[in-house]
């Protein structure tokens, strides 16, 4: 199973946007609509942020939104607060045999 | 309130088994496919095993395929995984996952399994 893969980190000043990629191949992420996003704050457990590639869990900010293009999903943080800092997970459905994979994991960083 | 509250974690030597239980509340435990992921000391989460409503369908990852069992028991709300021949690469926070369709939308916070001598 070949790996997803993500910046290992992105940043920006509040209020700026920063976009995470998540690129896979035709057998995950461009295979499947079920790409999901995770935010995990330091210490904590992950925290679902969006699920079905673009919807967001009631609870979210508008601030988070997602696509996908082929094999590459993309989560974009609008506005970047403070409490954004943290690590972001994507995740895909990968079917029967193989289930899940996570990406690589990217570390947003507020300036 | 949906609650997911690991335990059986610890410290143990290389070839030695654990198991690892979760205690769930707050929803219809029967009625959800659940979820192992793991994740190494500073790495990223790796998807472990899951398993369906009534436990009769269990997948693993390739890296426990053979040595980690899933098994639930829907009359008790409780998940578990059993792990048997552990290498230190198992070593990580395991965290039992509630699965709604095809995201994880409850998470556990997690329960430490050290595998060293």
């Known amino acids: 199973q070949s790996a997803v893969t993500q910046p290992r980190s992105v940043s920006g000043s509040p209020g700026q946007s920063v976009t995470i990629s998540c690129t896979g191949t035709?057998?995950?992420?461009?295979?499947?609509?079920?790409v999901s996003w995770y935010q995990q704050l330091p210490g904590k457990a992950p925290k679902l942020m969006i699920y079905d590639v673009s919807k967001r869990p009631s609870g979210v900010p508008d601030r988070f939104s997602a696509s996908k293009s082929g094999n590459t999903a993309s989560l974009t943080i609008s506005g970047l607060q403070a409490e954004d800092e943290g690590d972001y997970y994507c995740c895909s459905y990968a079917g029967t045999y193989t289930s899940y994979v996570f990406g690589t994991g990217t570390k947003v960083t507020v300036l | 309130e949906v609650q997911l509250v690991e335990s059986g974690g610890g410290l143990v030597q290389p070839g030695g088994s654990l198991r690892l239980s979760c205690a769930a509340s707050g929803f219809t435990f029967s009625t959800y496919w659940m979820h192992w992921v793991r994740q190494g000391p500073g790495e990223g989460l790796v998807w472990v095993s899951r398993t369906n409503t009534d436990g009769s369908i269990r997948k693993y990852a390739d890296s426990v395929k053979g040595r980690f069992t899933i098994s639930r028991d829907n009359a008790k709300n409780t998940l578990y995984l059993q792990m048997s021949s552990l290498r230190a690469e198992d070593t990580a926070v395991y965290y039992c996952?509630?699965?709604?369709?095809?995201?994880?939308?409850?998470w556990g916070q997690g329960s430490l399994v050290t595998v060293s001598s």
């Open positions: 996952v509630r699965a709604d369709n095809y995201r994880f939308d409850y």
């Open positions: 035709n057998s995950d992420v461009g295979g499947y609509n079920y």
